[in-house]
């Protein structure tokens, strides 16, 4: 299988995991009214197989494509801009180990609260709070990592022409949002303006690369 068939199935292989990852946390997986630490934990203790599974997913394996993706992308923007391919690629793959590393930190503690329920349930709860804000930090507390990717090879690809226009100018967007979720009040917006953008930049250019091999 060739690398620019290779990058766009894993480009639309993240739109699925991102939709999942969605699906899951308004629905089967939704902790956002629970407030107290100790219920937050009993939450992850019913519900443990799916949470280990559903943060694999969102966390581990996506990074783990990212990684792919990264790489593809890199093959195909280095002809054109040596340098800029390359801190395009180290963003990438940084953005990708951070957010393997969110996941498994994740995972690992939340097994260790869990054990701790049963003997010292206001620690776990203390204990989880801690390793949650951590997770978040690695994966999700704002998106500098994953928005410098996006807009420099949204840059790359407009001046040399290597995708459809749309997605160049619609991934200059995206970066450009994820750049402003460094600013707490404006999160909640630019997160959702990344998120969603994202997707379809990542669906246009999987179909685009797949079509040009």
């Known amino acids: 299988m060739r690398i620019n068939k290779i990058g766009g199935l894993t480009a639309i292989a993240l739109t699925v995991i991102y939709l999942i ?41 996506f990074g783990i494509i990212l990684v792919v993706l990264s790489l593809a992308i890199h093959e195909k923007l280095k002809v054109a801009d040596v340098f800029l391919s390359k801190v395009a690629t180290a963003f990438g793959l940084i953005w990708a180990g951070l957010v393997i590393a969110s996941g498994m930190v994740h995972n690992v503690g939340m097994g260790m609260a869990i054990d701790m329920l049963s003997t010292s349930p206001v620690e776990a709860g203390q204990f989880f709070k801690m390793i949650n804000a951590i997770h978040i930090g690695l994966g999700g507390g704002n998106e500098i990592n994953g928005a410098i990717w996006t807009l420099v090879i949204s840059l790359i ?57």
Do not use: C
């Open 21 to 61: 990852g969605i699906v899951m946390n308004v629905t089967m997986l939704d902790t956002s009214s629970i407030t107290d630490g100790v219920k937050l934990v009993e939450f992850m203790r019913d519900h443990e197989v799916l949470m280990y599974a559903w943060i694999t997913l969102l966390y581990v394996v």
């Open 157 to 213: 690809a407009l001046k040399h022409g290597l995708f459809k226009k749309w997605i160049n100018v619609l991934g200059m967007v995206v970066g450009i949002a994820g750049l402003l979720t460094i600013a707490p009040p404006l999160f909640d917006y630019a997160v959702m303006v990344f998120a969603l953008g994202q997707m379809v930049w990542w669906i246009g250019l999987g179909v685009n690369m797949i079509k040009s091999e």
